[in-house]
């Protein structure tokens, strides 16, 4: 066992909410998108997080967080109103994305909390390096 | 005397401590990259207890035997409550344990540093 590995689950740490994140800007940078390659409204996407064991000697060890999948988000488009939209259908209401700004940016802060957590870790992982290192000197 | 400078109880104790504490922090590390990964149990490494127990129970060549065999011990903690997604870290505690143990590397080295200089000063004989 290396004390460099908690610098590696710190930084699945980081790299999985920074992924996360980005699930979170293209949501809002598409929360008005009606139009998609695969056809219809954009659909909201989820990030699911899997945890890591890395088994030392039959005695699984905690080993950081994994990427597990990008998901599409298949709850129901909002309808509005809007008969001069070029996608309105023959009442006059158009599918918007499934996309709740305010849900969105209440994920942002907690990505935001998350990954300052991790970058803590890192650092204090850091300064315990550093007192080792240190112990050489005379 | 087969005793080299240092096995005695004191440095074994803080090498131990050392141990622990880089262990702890790999698993907080664990617990606060998994702060949103449903279903995870945070991880725990148990070891002053065990420490203290070793050391009030015994004392001079037997302490330094049960010191040197003590092992900090690797548990999930399935007994703190959960939140709904079944994920039971706490991050507020993990952040106060990572202080904590940070702390605690930090007095060890420190001392380690200073047993090591005492030897020092008595290998050079100084007057």
């Known amino acids: 066992m290396s004390s460099f590995s908690s610098f590696d689950i710190s930084a699945s740490g980081v790299f999985a909410q920074r992924t996360r994140m980005d699930a979170i800007a293209n949501n809002i940078a598409n929360a008005e998108s009606t139009r998609t390659s695969e056809g219809g409204p954009y659909r909201r996407q989820t ?3 899997r945890a890591v064991y890395e088994n030392s000697l039959g005695n699984p060890a905690p080993g950081g967080v994994r990427v597990e999948s990008v998901t599409t988000d298949p709850s129901d488009f909002r309808l509005v109103h809007d ?7 023959a009442n006059g209401y158009v599918k918007m994305p499934n996309v709740n700004i305010v ?10 909390r998350a990954y300052e957590a991790n970058i803590t870790a890192m650092n204090a992982t850091k300064s315990m390096i550093n007192a080792a290192l240190d112990m050489g000197k005379a | 005397m087969s005793r080299d400078l240092f096995n005695d109880v004191t440095s074994t ?13 790999k698993a907080i590390a664990s617990n606060i990259a998994n702060v949103e990964t449903p279903g995870y149990k945070r991880a725990a490494v148990s070891f002053e207890g065990e420490l203290k127990r070793v050391l009030d129970r015994s004392r001079g060549p037997q302490a330094l035997d ?4 003590l092992q900090p011990i690797r548990q999930t ?13 706490n991050i507020d505690a993990e952040i106060a344990d990572l202080n904590k143990t940070v702390l605690l590397n930090r007095a060890a080295t420190t001392l380690l540093q200073i047993r090591g200089n005492m030897m020092k000063s008595a290998v050079e004989a100084k007057r």
Request: glycine share 2%; hydrophobic share 35%.
């Open chain 1, 103 to 112: 849900e969105e940016m209440v994920d942002m802060i907690s990505a935001t």
């Open chain 1, 47 to 49: 990030v699911t997080f």
């Open chain 2, 77 to 89: 903690d399935t007994q703190s409550p959960a939140r709904p997604d079944g994920n039971n870290v």
């Open chain 1, 83 to 89: 008969p001069s939209h070029p996608d309105a259908d």
């Open chain 2, 66 to 69: 049960a010191v040197k065999s």
């Open chain 2, 13 to 25: 104790t803080l090498r131990k401590t050392l141990d622990a504490t880089v262990l702890r922090q």
